[in-house]
């Protein structure tokens, strides 16, 4: 399975950008994690292929939905609200199993490439 991410950009503080990644065959989780300069990759959210849950880190709830196109095979991180420590490179992670621990990077076999996301103060 291959991912493509796509959607980063430079943005103010208080602006929204929308990430999209698109999955070339069968997947069961679809996850955003990010990496800023200096510190290790973090979980951001998960959406569930199937019924469609999701989950969120903390720093990031009420700011940021992830949705899916089951039809396109894409999933969506709409980021709202967007604050300086939001700033990362963000990369799209997905699973061919259901996983409990999905907020562990180890636990994803297939990424896509990285994308910026820049917020300014």
């Known amino acids: 399975v291959q991912l493509q991410a796509s959607g980063g950009g430079l943005v103010q503080a208080g602006g929204s950008l929308r990430l999209s990644c698109a999955a070339s065959g069968r997947i069961s989780d679809m996850g955003w994690f990010r990496q800023a300069p200096g510190k290790e990759r973090e979980f951001v959210a998960v959406?569930?292929?199937?019924?469609?849950?999701?989950f969120y880190a903390d720093s990031v709830k009420g700011r940021f939905t992830i949705s899916r196109n089951g039809a396109k095979n894409t999933a969506y991180l709409q980021m709202n609200t967007l604050k300086p420590e939001d700033t990362a490179v963000y990369y799209c992670?997905?699973?061919?199993?259901?996983?409990?621990?999905?907020?562990?990077?180890?636990?994803?076999?297939?990424w896509g490439r990285g994308t910026q996301v820049t917020v300014s103060s």
């Open positions: 959406i569930r292929w199937s019924g469609g849950s999701t």
């Open positions: 992670a997905a699973d061919y199993a259901r996983n409990i621990r999905y907020q562990a990077a180890s636990e994803y076999p297939y």
